[in-house]
């Protein structure tokens, strides 16, 4: 089982999509282990983009997701990395399927709404920089054995 980190990034929040884009990753059969509603500090962005710290748009990048409080959370899943991703389409929205959240809502590559881990590896760590193990939740879903095999 996998577990992916989620952010509604500052601009989903700012147009009132954060509902609309939670319900895509709770429909598609992730289950929600994590949530909170947040303003990333220059420190923890910085941390969470270090990745990119190289690029040229790693000043815009940081001072993006720092415009604005993000919807950070944690869903779990088996390839919820793969499938999450899926979920939310391509970098740049212009690419992006119809039907995923990038391509149905997005327009600039540096306004595209969502967040989701790219390997289990930076998972693991992007899990541990937003939450304590204290606040993830370990439960049971009824439904499991309709999205399982
Ligand atoms: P991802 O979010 O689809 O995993 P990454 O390549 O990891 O894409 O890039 C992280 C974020 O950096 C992107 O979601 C986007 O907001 C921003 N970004 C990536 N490439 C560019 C670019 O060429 N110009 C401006 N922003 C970019
Ligand atoms: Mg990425």
Not at 42 to 55: F, N, S, T
Not at 88 to 98: F, W
Not at 118 to 127: L, M, Q, R, T
């Amino acid at each position: 089982m996998e577990r992916t980190l989620i952010l509604v990034k500052p601009d989903g929040v700012q147009r009132g999509l954060a509902g609309e884009i939670i319900a895509r990753f709770e429909r598609r059969g992730l289950k929600l282990v994590g949530m909170k509603f947040i303003q990333m500090s220059q420190e923890l962005a910085e941390q969470h983009y270090g990745v990119h710290k190289e690029r040229p748009f790693y000043k815009d990048l940081v001072a993006y997701i720092t415009s604005g409080p993000v919807v950070a959370m944690v869903w779990e899943g088996k390839e919820a990395i793969a499938a999450a991703r899926s979920t939310m389409g391509a970098t740049k929205p212009v690419e992006a399927a119809p039907g995923t959240i990038r391509g149905d809502f997005g327009m600039e590559i540096g306004r595209n709404l969502v967040h989701g881990s790219d390997s289990p590896e930076n998972a693991v760590k992007e899990v541990k920089l937003f939450f304590d193990s204290s606040e993830l939740v370990d439960w049971t879903r009824n439904t499991d054995p309709w999205i399982r095999e």
